[in-house]
């Protein structure tokens, strides 16, 4: 339950001042194709299509963390009345396997609902295998493939959908 994991990390709206922070998580985890920060400008920049948030953490220590040691992950939505897409969701290496990612996607599964998408919708490298297990045990379903997305032609993307309105009703059975 991520309620029990993760202590100590709030997750927050993504704002112009995270982006430092954001973007250093940006490079080292995505390090083949990182977004550039221009890239987050935009984002944050659509306001009344996206979603954007961050993960922080309290300081354990009674020595003040630097503001971006506070931040440990970062996703974002993009909605359409039609469908919603994650765009993008990362947690700091130090801090992945405490369910932080978990309390990430839970958020933007949330918010796609409450702003009326019938489906959410991503892509995953096909040999992404830790990224999938998590779409999956929120009840995505593979939808398609698109042969050679990533890195010249050499990986595929799994297409993946929740169904939200079947989620929100209750109805969506765990693998
Ligand atoms: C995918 C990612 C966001 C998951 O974040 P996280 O905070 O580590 O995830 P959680 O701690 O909430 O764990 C979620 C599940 O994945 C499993 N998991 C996480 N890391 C794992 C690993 N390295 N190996 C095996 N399982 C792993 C957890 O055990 C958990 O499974 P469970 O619910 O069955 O117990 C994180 O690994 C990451 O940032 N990866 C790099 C960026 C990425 O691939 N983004 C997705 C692009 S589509």
Not at 20 to 38: A, G, K, R
Not at 133 to 140: A, K
């Amino acid at each position: 339950m991520a309620s029990t994991l993760a202590a100590g990390v709030a997750i927050v709206p993504m704002r112009w001042w995270h982006l430092e922070s954001v973007f250093h998580i940006e490079e080292d985890i995505f390090s083949d194709e990182p977004w550039t920060p221009s890239m987050f400008w935009s984002e944050l920049a659509e306001y009344e299509t996206r979603s954007y948030f961050v993960a922080t953490a309290e300081s354990t220590t009674s020595v003040p963390n630097r503001a971006d040691d506070d931040i440990v992950g970062y996703a974002g939505l993009c909605v359409y009345p039609e469908e919603a897409f994650v765009q993008t969701i990362a947690v700091r290496r130090d801090w992945q396997r405490q369910g932080v990612g978990t309390l990430l996607l839970r958020t933007l599964i949330g918010q796609a609902s409450s702003r009326g998408a019938p489906r959410l919708e991503l892509e995953v490298r096909a040999d992404n295998y830790v990224a999938q297990h998590l779409y999956e045990t929120h009840g995505f379903r593979r939808v398609g493939v698109r042969k050679g997305y990533y890195q010249h032609g050499r990986t595929d993307a799994v297409l993946m959908s929740l169904d939200l309105l079947r989620h929100h009703s209750g109805n969506e059975r765990r693998p």
